[in-house]
């Protein structure tokens, strides 16, 4: 009966790959702004942290600035009025539905030695929970360093965030995150659609936490 689970799992895994599917991001913005004009200018601005990571960097801003177009703002290092601050972060942990008689002494759905209860905010965590704005953030990386025993069924915690900042004052006037979490591995693509599910509604978003649902057609 579990070889046939599996099977049917499986085939029914390939199918999925061939389709479109949603990336279901939890969504929270702070904006100062009230219009901000078609074509108004940003600079990306990087950590001492993400300058040491550049090739990462790159992409990350590839993504945002591809997002960023979208609700139109122009990249223009020159000229800029604002600068764009560009985090992003990959955790893995196990699935919620993962096999708990698979795990070896010591380990649970969801958490394993040196990393806290991580089923995301779906399952009960609040925005600000320990291990995403703690010790667990990494402003530069794309992967955290979770070890996971051979039977363990990988799950995937994301978060993107974009805070823009006026040059001439100096003062941040729009900061907008996302998190997601699921069975995708394909970070590049989750990514990508987190950024622009982080900006929807800019620049003048709805109040407190909301859900934003965006499709995306996965590589071949």
Same mark, same amino acid.
């Given at each position: 009966?579990?070889?046939? !689970?599996?099977?049917?799992?499986?085939?029914?895994?390939?199918?999925?790959?061939?389709?479109?599917?949603?990336?279901?991001?939890?969504?929270?913005?702070?904006?100062?702004?009230?219009?901000?004009? =078609?074509?108004?200018? +940003?600079?990306?601005?990087?950590?001492?942290?993400?300058? #040491?990571?550049? /090739?990462?960097?790159?992409? !990350?801003?590839?993504?945002?600035?591809?997002?960023?177009?979208?609700?139109?703002?122009?990249?223009?290092?020159?000229?800029?009025?604002?600068?764009?601050?560009?985090? #992003?972060?990959?955790?893995?942990?196990?699935?919620?539905? #993962?096999?708990?008689?698979?795990? /070896? /002494?010591?380990?649970?759905?969801?958490?394993?030695?040196?990393?806290?209860?991580?089923?995301?905010?779906? +399952?009960?965590?609040?925005? +600000?929970?320990?291990?995403? +704005?703690?010790?667990?953030?990494?402003?530069?990386?794309?992967?955290?360093? %979770?070890?996971?025993?051979?039977?363990?069924?990988?799950?995937?915690?994301?978060? $993107?965030?974009?805070? *823009?900042?006026?040059?001439?004052?100096?003062?941040? $006037?729009?900061?907008?995150? =996302?998190?997601?979490?699921?069975?995708?591995?394909?970070?590049?693509?989750? !990514?990508?659609?987190?950024?622009? #599910?982080? *900006?929807?509604?800019?620049?003048?978003?709805? /109040?407190?936490?909301?859900?934003?649902?965006? %499709?995306?057609?996965?590589?071949?």
């Amino acid at each position: 009966m579990r070889r046939a !689970l599996a099977a049917i799992f499986l085939i029914a895994s390939l199918t999925g790959c061939a389709s479109t599917w949603v990336v279901d991001s939890n969504v929270m913005s702070f904006s100062r702004l009230d219009a901000v004009p =078609a074509g108004t200018t +940003y600079r990306f601005e990087r950590l001492p942290s993400q300058q #040491a990571t550049e /090739p990462r960097q790159e992409q !990350l801003e590839s993504m945002a600035g591809a997002a960023l177009a979208r609700v139109g703002l122009q990249r223009d290092d020159a000229r800029a009025v604002y600068s764009a601050q560009i985090t #992003a972060r990959v955790a893995a942990t196990l699935s919620p539905w #993962a096999d708990p008689w698979l795990y /070896p /002494p010591g380990w649970g759905p969801g958490w394993g030695p040196g990393y806290g209860y991580g089923y995301g905010m779906r +399952y009960g965590r609040g925005w +600000y929970g320990g291990g995403w +704005y703690g010790a667990g953030w990494y402003g530069g990386g794309w992967y955290g360093s %979770p070890f996971f025993p051979p039977a363990a069924n990988p799950w995937y915690e994301r978060e $993107v965030g974009v805070v *823009l900042r006026d040059l001439k004052s100096g003062q941040v $006037v729009y900061e907008t995150r =996302a998190r997601n979490d699921g069975p995708y591995a394909s970070s590049g693509v989750v !990514l990508a659609v987190m950024f622009d #599910a982080a *900006l929807q509604g800019f620049p003048n978003p709805p /109040p407190g936490e909301r859900q934003v649902n965006l %499709p995306v057609q996965p590589q071949p």
